[in-house]
């Protein structure tokens, strides 16, 4: 099956289908894809959701999670993701690419390209990785006002508001800003880089509306499994640039052992083969596809039987 055909599609939008999620028991598992390939890969090992980062999109391109990625960079990683996979994204919108303004051209785009969720953060430009220090805050209204501008624009987009403030304003100040943001239309909570169970018990038990927990590595928030964070009250979890790390790691080993030997063949075991790269990308059905749309047709023949032509 393919996207070029209508019947690929659910008939639901994307925001509804990931409301759905949320509306049954258990919590939401949502791996980070970074491009198509890593999205249908984990379509393939049973994951209905997929989160597109930011900063793993901005990374794929060479370039620091700053706040350099453009809307219409995101959009085209978004784009991409959901017409192969066909499954819900939640997306990085960083600080929304601007004001109010921005932040609602910014839920148009994402869900002409097929996202569920918009994410948005309340720090300023230059953004920095959540985990990372010196982090510089909106003020709690500003950032009100960018959810409220995104709740206006969107259809079906869930809006998820990130609060960065529990290393700068401590827990207190994150609960209150994500209370504001909540009371602005945000469907979702994000705290970024809470540092153990006891904060992500009380933000959950804070506020009214479901809360998405970063499962990021190498950073400030312990490695918790899935079950632990729901037992905490969290009701997505995310694991952002995993996908980034794995491959990124890979093609280290690869391009070493290529300067190395000159050769490729002892990593063959570790490699995907083409007949299962074939079978991820669904090579033969767009090929049996294109035999049936497009197979050529030879006119018959109109001349009549003396050789003259109708």
Excluded at 22 to 35: E, S, W, Y
Excluded at 170 to 188: K, M, V
Excluded at 241 to 255: F, N, P, Q, T
Excluded at 289 to 306: H, I
Aim: aromatic share 6%; glycine share 10%; hydrophobic share 45%.
């Amino acid at each position: 099956m393919t996207w070029l055909t209508a019947d690929f599609w659910e008939a639901a939008p994307a925001g509804e289908r990931l409301g759905a999620m949320l509306a049954q028991p258990g919590i939401v598992r949502v791996p980070g894809a970074h491009d198509a390939m890593a999205g249908l890969l984990a379509k393939r090992a049973g994951f209905g959701c997929l989160y597109v980062s930011g900063g793993a999109v901005t990374a794929a391109r060479g370039l620091p999670d700053l706040g350099v990625l453009t809307m219409e960079e995101l959009c085209a990683s978004t784009r991409s993701i959901a017409r192969a996979t066909g499954l819900p994204l939640i997306v990085d919108g960083d600080t929304g690419y601007g004001e109010a303004l921005n932040v609602m051209r910014l839920v148009r785009e994402l869900e002409d390209a097929g996202a569920a969720a918009v994410q948005i953060e309340d720090q300023i430009l230059p953004k920095k990785c959540g985990h990372l220090n010196d982090k510089r805050l909106a003020s709690p209204e500003d950032m009100a006002a960018k959810v409220a501008a995104a709740r206006r624009a969107r259809s079906h987009l869930r809006i998820i508001a990130r609060t960065d403030a529990a290393a700068s304003e401590g827990l207190d100040g994150a609960i209150r800003r994500a209370r504001l943001y909540a009371e602005a239309g945000a469907d979702i909570l994000f705290p970024d880089a809470l540092t153990g169970e006891a904060d992500f018990r009380a933000f959950c038990a804070a506020v009214p509306v479901p809360v998405m927990a970063n499962m990021t590595e190498f950073g400030r928030t312990p490695y918790f499994t899935a079950d632990q964070l729901e037992s905490f009250g969290c009701r997505i979890v995310i694991w952002p640039v995993s996908s980034l790390r794995i491959a990124a790691k890979a093609m280290e080993g690869l391009y070493a052992e290529l300067a190395r030997a000159g050769s490729a063949a002892a990593l063959l075991d570790g490699m995907q083969t083409r007949a299962e790269l074939y079978e991820t990308i669904g090579y033969h059905d767009y090929e049996a596809l294109d035999a049936s749309v497009a197979r050529s047709v030879v006119p018959d023949d109109v001349r009549t039987p003396t050789g003259g032509r109708k």
